[in-house]
């Protein structure tokens, strides 16, 4: 069965500060997707990353950067340089795709406070 | 850039209450969906759509939710007689499924509906 693990309810870190979000999945296709959303007070979810299962690179975009590794399950996000604007709720995702549909699962989320 | 539109972006209804919530998707989209976040937890997979009929939908999507696409343009949710515990953020999405290539991702959610049963 699909899951999405995402150990820290939690963080809190000063402005400036690098800090990582971590998330273990489960799934036994070979073929998925992995997401991040961050969703601000405001409510929606914006859409930051989706990797596919055969492309293991990590990816930097500005602040941000991934790195997903196969062998341990794991897409892990890190924001370096934090600053206020990235307190948010931050949802690590997974999808099998079907040819009926391509739902994701989510994980429970990390509340990511940045402190000024 | 293409969005999917929710409308109302909040509704306050009477518990009992037949609510409906609207979704325009993306033009070519042919998959759609809805999902729900109870305030402060997780976005949970509600129910999928394709071809007119649903594909998946999940132990939460009972008897008194349902689901349409009345007019080719319009997904909307139903859910018959409303309960306090129905309140929460639901989104729709929708999802072109060819559009998986790198660098080209078609599944979008829209801005979601708070729904507040009193």
């Known amino acids: 069965a699909q ?29 998925y997707y992995l997401f991040w959303y961050k969703q601000p007070p405001s409510g929606e979810l914006v859409f930051l990353i989706r990797r596919n299962s055969f492309d293991e690179q990590n990816e930097i975009s500005g602040r941000y950067s991934w790195n997903f590794q196969k062998s341990t399950s794991s897409f892990n996000f ?6 206020v604007v990235d307190s948010a709720v931050y949802f690590c995702a997974l ?16 509340r990511l406070h940045i402190l000024p | 850039e293409p969005e999917v539109t929710q409308t109302p972006s909040h509704q306050v209804t009477q518990m009992g209450q037949e609510v409906i919530l609207r979704c325009v998707p993306i033009s070519n989209h042919l998959y759609f969906y809805w999902y729900r ?18 594909s998946e939908k999940s132990e939460i999507f009972d008897d008194q939710f349902s689901v349409e696409r009345p007019d080719g343009s319009n997904f909307t949710l139903k859910i018959r007689s409303t309960k306090l515990e129905d309140s929460a953020m639901y989104f729709c999405a929708s999802s072109s499924l060819r559009d998986r290539g790198p660098g080209n991702y078609g599944y979008t959610f829209g801005s979601g509906t708070r729904l507040t049963v009193v």
Request: a negative charge; glycine letters at 4%; proline letters at 1%.
């Open chain 1, 3 to 31: 899951k999405v693990t995402q150990a820290q309810t939690e963080i809190s870190v000063v402005e400036k500060e690098d800090v990582t979000l971590d998330c273990v999945y489960e799934t036994r296709d070979t073929t």
């Open chain 1, 95 to 110: 999808s099998e795709p079907s040819n009926r549909d391509d739902k994701i699962i989510f994980g429970k989320g990390t």
């Open chain 2, 37 to 54: 976040q109870i305030l402060g937890q997780k976005v949970e997979f509600l129910v999928s759509f394709y071809n007119n009929e649903i």
């Open chain 1, 78 to 83: 890190t924001i370096t340089a934090s600053q």
